[in-house]
């Protein structure tokens, strides 16, 4: 019999930045439910760039201002039909979602029943009174969940080049000192934006307290919010405001806001920008309710939310005409929720095989489990303040030549003998594209919320260019021993003969630099 062919899916994405933020993980589980298909995302042009280096998506079609209307409607349907797709998913809820696909001719249309679209899809999902309990991100995996496509809970993750981390590491500076990002504004209405003179209080003590910097980001509605911040909080000697709102791309604004230490913001587009990109949140809640489009749970990130009889009331203006839920929140407790998820510490991350043991190709039996002498002198490295942490790349978890359990208690042993802090290891193929797999920063990210570590002053040693650039990606300083197969590197910072070596550097290294 001749092999099936693979689907063409067409994903009707959401049309806001917070809502398309919060797809992300849906999206990552329809491609591993078909790692074969062509999934193309149809979405406006204001939401497009957060995924214009997404690899869980072959191409974006712009829903654009032609498209309006009727005769708009007809001419994207007609356009769709050319690309023969097999199926639809419909994230967004809207009627007009179900309607173009069923115009087009999409044999498949999967989306909620609800918007009195039900007869215009193939399978329309039920939409229940509890769906509108779930977390946002939970309830775009449950339509995919109910229509049999298997959708595991992960977190949003926004993907950026290490061009544009470095291009906005410059634009700060690359100041040592902290730096706290505040996103003032939100376009859904003034019911969910804090007051501007709490923020800059926030700022004025941020900035004289670490003599770091404080960044202001915002659209163009913003431009009036942030110039007033910046001049109630003035010129300060100890630290540096840069007003950035209104003057950066979208792309431009999450890669700005993946180089902040923390965020302070309202419920808004960039608060799901900054948890997907791994930055520390502090987000204030008023009309709105974070249990359904907050942070993540178990992250570091805060959600602070007065509770009255009148709210969650999801309205755009206060009803009451005196913002009292938001009021209730005050600066200190802003500021004090920013002093408990500051990142703070130092470490040094330590790649697993070829660094601090032999390379064995696939290491999943103890006989060829050989620790590098020069291990012994890491504890040198928790006496000077660091802690340590190993990041290990294990897709031979995900190949089927090493079982996790094993990967689990080789990383013990040098927990138990050496003194590691924490081991973190990435089991998914390279076909994965996980947030984690090194040289994406994920494991460093969560390593980050979990210890609360100052990535910047921080320190990363491996045998490969993926453990330097993984250093990069996060500002951290990079040294390459010599013990791998690779004797050098054009993205070290230093190369070492051995572990030895690299120890001596990092504590030479952190000394000259105080």
Same mark, same amino acid.
């Given at each position: 019999?001749?092999?099936?062919?693979?689907?063409?899916?067409?994903?009707?994405?959401?049309?806001?930045?917070?809502?398309?933020?919060?797809?992300?993980?849906?999206?990552?589980?329809?491609?591993?439910?078909?790692?074969?298909?062509?999934?193309?995302?149809?979405?406006?042009?204001?939401?497009?760039?957060?995924?214009?280096?997404?690899?869980?998506?072959?191409?974006?079609?712009?829903?654009?201002?032609?498209?309006?209307?009727?005769?708009?409607? $007809?001419?994207?349907?007609?356009?769709?039909?050319?690309?023969?797709?097999?199926?639809?998913?419909?994230?967004?809820?809207?009627?007009?979602?179900?309607?173009?696909?069923?115009?087009?001719?999409?044999?498949?249309?999967?989306?909620?029943?609800?918007?009195?679209?039900?007869?215009?899809?193939?399978?329309?999902?039920?939409?229940?009174?509890?769906?509108?309990?779930?977390?946002?991100?939970?309830?775009? $995996?449950?339509?995919?969940?109910?229509?049999?496509?298997?959708?595991?809970?992960?977190?949003?993750? $926004?993907?950026?080049?290490?061009?544009?981390? $470095?291009?906005?590491?410059?634009?700060?500076?690359?100041?040592?000192?902290?730096?706290?990002?505040?996103?003032?504004?939100?376009?859904?209405?003034?019911?969910?934006?804090?007051?501007?003179?709490?923020?800059?209080?926030?700022?004025?003590?941020?900035?004289?307290?670490?003599?770091?910097?404080?960044?202001?980001?915002?659209?163009?509605?913003?431009?009036?919010?942030?110039?007033?911040?910046?001049?109630?909080?003035?010129?300060?000697?100890?630290?540096?405001?840069?007003?950035?709102?209104?003057?950066?791309?979208?792309?431009?604004?999450?890669?700005?806001?993946?180089?902040?230490?923390?965020?302070?913001?309202?419920?808004?587009?960039?608060?799901?920008?900054?948890?997907?990109?791994?930055?520390?949140?502090?987000?204030?809640?008023?009309?709105?309710?974070?249990?359904?489009?907050?942070?993540?749970?178990?992250?570091?990130?805060?959600?602070?939310?007065?509770?009255?009889?009148?709210?969650?009331?999801?309205?755009?203006?206060?009803?009451?005409?005196?913002?009292?839920?938001?009021?209730?929140?005050?600066?200190?407790?802003?500021?004090?929720?920013?002093?408990?998820?500051?990142?703070?510490?130092?470490?040094?991350?330590?790649?697993?095989?070829?660094?601090?043991?032999?390379?064995?190709?696939?290491?999943?039996?103890?006989?060829?489990?050989?620790?590098?002498?020069?291990?012994?002198?890491?504890?040198?490295?928790?006496?000077?303040?660091?802690?340590?942490?190993?990041?290990?790349?294990?897709?031979?978890?995900?190949?089927?030549?090493?079982?996790?359990?094993?990967?689990?208690?080789?990383?013990?042993?040098?927990?138990?003998?050496?003194?590691?802090?924490?081991?973190?290891?990435?089991?998914?193929?390279?076909?994965?594209?996980?947030?984690?797999?090194?040289?994406?920063?994920?494991?460093?990210?969560?390593?980050?919320?979990?210890?609360?570590?100052?990535?910047?002053?921080?320190?990363?040693?491996?045998?490969?260019?993926?453990?330097?650039?993984?250093?990069?990606?996060?500002?951290?300083?990079?040294?390459?021993?010599?013990?791998?197969?690779?004797?050098?590197?054009?993205?070290?910072?230093?190369?070492?003969?051995?572990?030895?070596?690299?120890?001596?550097?990092?504590?030479?290294?952190?000394?000259?630099?105080?």
């Amino acid at each position: 019999m001749p092999e099936k062919k693979p689907d063409n899916i067409l994903v009707r994405g959401v049309n806001w930045i917070g809502d398309a933020v919060m797809t992300m993980p849906a999206i990552r589980a329809l491609r591993k439910a078909y790692p074969e298909s062509k999934i193309s995302l149809l979405v406006k042009p204001s939401v497009a760039d957060l995924f214009e280096k997404d690899p869980h998506i072959d191409s974006l079609i712009l829903y654009t201002e032609k498209f309006k209307g009727i005769l708009g409607k $007809l001419k994207l349907a007609y356009s769709l039909r050319r690309m023969d797709f097999s199926k639809a998913i419909l994230l967004q809820n809207a009627f007009d979602a179900a309607f173009i696909t069923f115009l087009a001719g999409i044999p498949e249309r999967i989306g909620y029943k609800r918007d009195g679209r039900g007869k215009l899809l193939t399978k329309p999902v039920p939409f229940h009174r509890d769906d509108r309990r779930l977390h946002h991100i939970n309830y775009y $995996l449950n339509l995919l969940t109910s229509a049999g496509v298997p959708a595991a809970y992960s977190q949003p993750y $926004l993907y950026l080049s290490l061009e544009e981390r $470095l291009a906005s590491r410059n634009t700060l500076a690359g100041s040592s000192k902290p730096v706290l990002g505040i996103n003032p504004g939100a376009s859904f209405g003034s019911a969910k934006r804090w007051a501007t003179e709490r923020f800059a209080d926030v700022a004025s003590r941020f900035m004289g307290d670490t003599g770091g910097s404080v960044v202001l980001f915002g659209g163009d509605n913003e431009l009036k919010i942030a110039s007033e911040i910046e001049k109630l909080v003035g010129s300060r000697k100890s630290g540096h405001l840069l007003n950035l709102a209104g003057r950066t791309s979208l792309r431009e604004l999450a890669s700005l806001i993946a180089e902040c230490d923390v965020v302070v913001t309202n419920d808004s587009g960039p608060m799901h920008i900054a948890y997907a990109v791994g930055t520390p949140v502090v987000a204030i809640f008023g009309s709105t309710d974070p249990d359904l489009t907050g942070p993540p749970a178990g992250n570091i990130n805060i959600a602070l939310k007065f509770s009255l009889s009148c709210g969650p009331c999801f309205e755009r203006t206060c009803r009451n005409n005196d913002l009292r839920c938001m009021d209730a929140i005050t600066a200190d407790d802003v500021y004090q929720g920013v002093k408990n998820i500051m990142p703070e510490r130092r470490a040094v991350f330590f790649d697993r095989d070829g660094t601090i043991c032999r390379e064995a190709d696939y290491l999943n039996n103890w006989a060829d489990f050989e620790i590098f002498p020069e291990t012994g002198s890491l504890p040198a490295l928790k006496d000077g303040g660091f802690l340590l942490i190993g990041v290990t790349n294990q897709s031979g978890i995900y190949r089927g030549l090493v079982e996790e359990p094993f990967v689990k208690e080789v990383n013990r042993v040098f927990m138990d003998r050496y003194g590691f802090d924490d081991f973190y290891y990435c089991p998914h193929g390279p076909d994965e594209h996980c947030a984690c797999r090194k040289p994406e920063p994920g494991m460093l990210l969560s390593a980050r919320s979990e210890h609360r570590i100052n990535l910047k002053k921080s320190y990363v040693v491996g045998d490969k260019d993926v453990d330097m650039l993984l250093a990069r990606a996060v500002g951290a300083k990079s040294v390459l021993v010599k013990t791998g197969k690779q004797q050098g590197s054009p993205y070290a910072d230093f190369v070492a003969d051995d572990l030895k070596e690299a120890v001596k550097f990092i504590l030479s290294d952190e000394q000259n630099s105080h």
